[in-house]
C-alpha cells in the first residue's frame, strides 16, 4: 500500500474524532491551520516513543503503543493545567510491519484522542528499521494561567496526585501499563490557584529536583506520607517513573482538596529556602535516581 492510501485510511479514522473548533484546516494539507480565541495563551510539547526503549513489540500491541505515544504527550498538557486542542504524529514503522500496524496504531492513539477531546491534525509517516513516534500536542489556557515549574516558594506544601511506584512496580512483574494523563485534574488545579507543576514521568527523586532546580528552591519531604502503590518498594516510588502523576506546590491558604473526583491528593513536604536543587527526605539527601536518557 502507499503512503497516500495510509494516509487517506488515517484521516478516513479521524474523521469520526472530536474536531477543535479553533482547528481550521487539519489532514490533507502541508500544514494545520489554528486560529486561537483571544485571551488565551497556547502551549505545545512533543515526546517519542522508541521501540525497545519505551516498549517491546512483544510487550504492547500496535493500539496500546498509539495509546501510550498520545498519552505521554497529554501528560505534559495536564502538568500545565491546559485543555488540549490538537496533535501532530510522526511515526515510522519497519517495513515489515506494513499498513495493518499503521492502522492499529492508529486507532489506539485516537482511542485516546476521543477520551480527550484532543484533535489529530497532521503529522508524517515513514520506514526506519525500529518503530518510531513523535507526539506533538498543543493546548490552550487562559492567558498567563498556565501551570510552570519556576513558581514554587518557600514555605509552600507539596503535593501529588494518585499512588507512587505503580508503573515500576508493574514493569519488574512483566506486566506494563499505560499512562493515564491527568488531563482533568491539571485543570481543576489551575483553577484552584496551585502555583508549580511537573508530570511524574522519570522518577518523584528526579521531576521533584527539575521543579526545584526552576523555582530556585529545595524542598523538604517526609518518606511516611508518600502514598506508595500496593507492592510496590519505597525505591520504586521515588526512582521508578513513568507514573504520570502531577507533582504540584500550593501556598499554604489555598485548599487543596484531599482529591479530584476519585483521584486521592496527598501532601508529602514542603518548599525551602535552600541549594536549588536538592531535595530532602526524612532530613537527608535524596539522590535523583530517577530515568535520566543521557546519564
Given amino acids: ?8 485510511r488515517i484521516r478516513l479514522q479521524s474523521r469520526k474524532n472530536y474536531r477543535h473548533k479553533t482547528l481550521i484546516r487539519g489532514i490533507g494539507d502541508d500544514c494545520a491551520i489554528l486560529r486561537p480565541s483571544a485571551g488565551e495563551d497556547l502551549v505545545f510539547t512533543s515526546d517519542f516513543v522508541l521501540e525497545d526503549r519505551h516498549f517491546t513489540l512483544a510487550t504492547h500491541s500496535a493500539g ?22 490538537f496533535c501532530l504524529v510522526s511515526l515510522a514503522v519497519p517495513a515489515k510491519l506494513g499498513a495493518v500496524f499503521v492502522g492499529r496504531f492508529y486507532k489506539g492513539l485516537l482511542r485516546i484522542a476521543s477520551k480527550y477531546s484532543i484533535s ?8 526506519f528499521d525500529k518503530v518510531i513516534a513523535d507526539v506533538m500536542c ?10 510552570l515549574r519556576s513558581a514554587a516558594k518557600p514555605g509552600q506544601r507539596i ?22 494523563p491527568r488531563i482533568e485534574t491539571g485543570i481543576a488545579l489551575r483553577k484552584l490557584g496551585v502555583s508549580a507543576a511537573i508530570d511524574l514521568s522519570d522518577g518523584l527523586s528526579l521531576d521533584l529536583a527539575r521543579l526545584c532546580q526552576e523555582s530556585q528552591v ?3 519531604i517526609s518518606s511516611h506520607l508518600l502514598p506508595i502503590a500496593r507492592h510496590a518498594t519505597l ?17 499554604p491558604q489555598v485548599n487543596v482538596p484531599s482529591a479530584v473526583g476519585k483521584l486521592p491528593i496527598r501532601e508529602i513536604g514542603r518548599v ?6 536538592v531535595v530532602l527526605m526524612d532530613g537527608n539527601p535524596l539522590q535523583s535516581k530517577g530515568f535520566d536518557h543521557f546519564a
Avoid: N, Q, W
Avoid at 120 to 127: E, F, N, S, T, V
Avoid at 163 to 175: E, M, W
Avoid at 240 to 247: A, C, K, Q, V
Fill in 138 to 147: 498543543c493546548g490552550r489556557v487562559p492567558r498567563g494561567k498556565s501551570l
Fill in 272 to 277: 525551602a529556602r535552600g541549594r536549588p536543587g
Fill in 64 to 85: 496500546a503503543i498509539g495509546e501510550k505515544a498520545l498519552a505521554r504527550s497529554l501528560s505534559d498538557l495536564a502538568a500545565m493545567g491546559a485543555e488540549p486542542v
Fill in 120 to 127: 489529530l491534525a497532521g503529522g508524517d509517516l515513514a520506514r
Fill in 235 to 251: 525505591g520504586e516510588a521515588l526512582h521508578g517513573g513513568e507514573d504520570y502523576e502531577l507533582l504540584f506546590t500550593a501556598a
Fill in 1 to 8: 500500500m502507499r503512503e497516500t492510501e495510509i494516509i487517506d
Fill in 159 to 180: 503535593y501529588v496526585t494518585g499512588k507512587l511506584g505503580t508503573a515500576a512496580h508493574a514493569f519488574t512483574a512483566g506486566k506494563p501499563i499505560l499512562p493515564v
Fill in 218 to 220: 529545595s524542598a523538604e
